[in-house]
Antibody, heavy 117, light 107 residues
Framework: EVQLVESGGGLVRPGESLRLSCAAS????????INWVRQAPGKGLEWVSS????????YYADSVKGRFTISRDNAKNSLFLQMSSLRAEDTAVYYC??????????WGQGTLVTVSS | EIVLTQSPATLSLSPGERATLSCRAS??????LAWYQQKPGQAPRLLIY???NRATGIPARFSGSGSGTDFTLTIRSLEPEDFVVYYC?????????FGQGTKLEIK
């Protein structure tokens, strides 16, 4: 069974940093691109970042470029999102999602990040 | 960046009726379209991929159609559990975008 489990969310102050993790199981992690997608409270879905299977291709939404860094450890079946210079508008549930072709076929349950003073 | 606009924002129907949800792209979508269903407090679930194909375990009452810039999710004979939020999504030049969502509510 494919599973994606996010962790690392919490309450931080504006300007601080936070690192999210996504633990994968039930599939060959090293062969899939994995993405981060977020959802602000009561709002829609926003794509955040993408990393290819070998980490050779990385992309970011303009809203997080220069502040967030995506990475992965294929040996540990793990995905990460290092978030710095956090802003109130980064408050959201962050999901990791597996990519199949051009769509997201499996999603984690999400981890909540709250940025507030 | 391709912008996806979903309409209507809210659709009020009764169980047993047919729902037609629209997703319009600002430019032609070359890589086809996906649809997701999101229930309150849950992660999105893939419903339709590559415009037409139902994901594993998705009931046959869900169908997708369209091409170019206009896409449709149709739910034939609504069940009570279908009254939630739906999103369309596309990928272009390694960037992904979602529509703003359509909330299906019970009339």
């Amino acid at each position: 069974e494919v599973q994606l489990v996010e962790s690392g969310g919490g309450l931080v102050r504006p300007g601080e940093s936070l690192r999210l993790s996504c633990a994968a199981s039930g599939f060959t992690f090293s062969t899939y691109s994995i993405n981060w997608v977020r959802q602000a409270p009561g709002k829609g879905l926003e794509w955040v970042s993408s990393i290819s299977s070998s980490s050779s291709s990385i992309y970011y939404a303009d809203s997080v470029k220069g502040r967030f860094t995506i990475s992965r450890d294929n040996a540990k079946n793990s995905l990460f999102l290092q978030m710095s210079s956090l802003r109130a508008e980064d408050t959201a549930v962050y999901y990791c999602a597996r990519v199949s072709s051009n769509y997201f076929d499996y999603w984690g349950q999400g981890t909540l990040v709250t940025v507030s003073s | 960046e391709i912008v996806l606009t979903q309409s209507p924002a809210t659709l009020s129907l009764s169980p047993g009726e047919r729902a037609t949800l629209s997703c319009r792209a600002s430019q032609s979508v070359s890589s086809d379209l996906a649809w997701y269903q999101q229930k309150p407090g849950q992660a999105p679930r893939l419903l339709i991929y590559e415009t037409f194909n139902r994901a594993t375990g998705i009931p046959a009452r869900f169908s997708g159609s369209g091409s170019g810039t206009d896409f449709t999710l149709t739910i034939r004979s609504l069940e009570p559990e279908d009254f939630v939020v739906y999103y369309c999504q596309q990928r272009s030049f390694s960037l992904y975008t979602f529509g703003q969502g359509t909330k299906l509510e019970i009339k």
